[in-house]
């Protein structure tokens, strides 16, 4: 069986190939899929506002992809505070939460940086969030058993990251005249993790 995996060496090369909007569209991809998971850890700590405030970053990422003139500077520390501290009282859902607005905060940073490294760490946090959630589907899982990595990168959930991961860049790299379709297939997807992960 060929595992995909996460390589962010490849990704950075693919990445560095392609024009400013071009990067922050799939950087904005990444972090679309992963909104609806941080508007349900918003919900879980009783502070709404902040999954659609999440909301408005991510939208502004997609614009300034789709050329419109907008000043995000402000949104990458915005995005940025919302990641939950190790600190903060962990539920399940604050590991979702610390990715999707860390994913917010790197789209916004790719448009402002123009960064390769910035888009793939967007990328990382798709695919950490769902090696995240096979672990807690599994608690009995030991990490430091041999074969465990393994595992959770055969995971179906993994795979389905990596395999959107994957579909996104190449969307990316197509330079498509809208990202309407990448757009809508992030957010499909990000309704469906979010259906569907515990």
Wanted: hydrophobic share 45%; charged share 20%; with cysteine.
């Amino acid at each position: 069986m060929n595992l995909q995996t996460y390589d962010e060496l490849a990704f950075g090369k693919r990445l560095a190939a392609l024009d400013r909007r071009s990067k922050t569209a799939f950087a904005a991809s990444c972090a679309e899929r992963l909104l609806p998971l941080f508007e349900r850890y918003a919900r879980s700590v009783e502070a709404v506002e902040l999954g659609s405030r999440l909301g408005v970053i991510v939208a502004a990422a997609w614009e300034v992809a789709s050329g419109v003139e907008a000043d995000v500077r402000a949104y990458q520390d915005e995005a940025g505070a919302m990641v939950p501290s190790d600190e903060d009282s962990w539920i399940l859902e604050t590991g979702y939460g610390q990715n999707a607005a860390a994913a917010a905060a790197y789209a916004v940073g790719t448009w402002l940086t123009d960064d390769p490294q910035e888009a793939a760490l967007a990328a990382y946090q798709v695919y950490e969030l769902a090696d995240y959630a096979v672990q807690q589907i599994n608690p009995s899982l030991d990490l430091n058993a041999a074969g465990s990595e393994t595992r959770i990168l055969a995971s179906g959930i993994v795979q389905s990251a990596l395999t959107a991961l994957d579909r996104a860049l190449a969307a990316a790299e197509s330079a498509p005249s809208t990202w309407q379709k990448l757009r809508a297939d992030a957010e499909a997807d990000g309704q469906e993790w979010a259906g569907t992960l515990p």
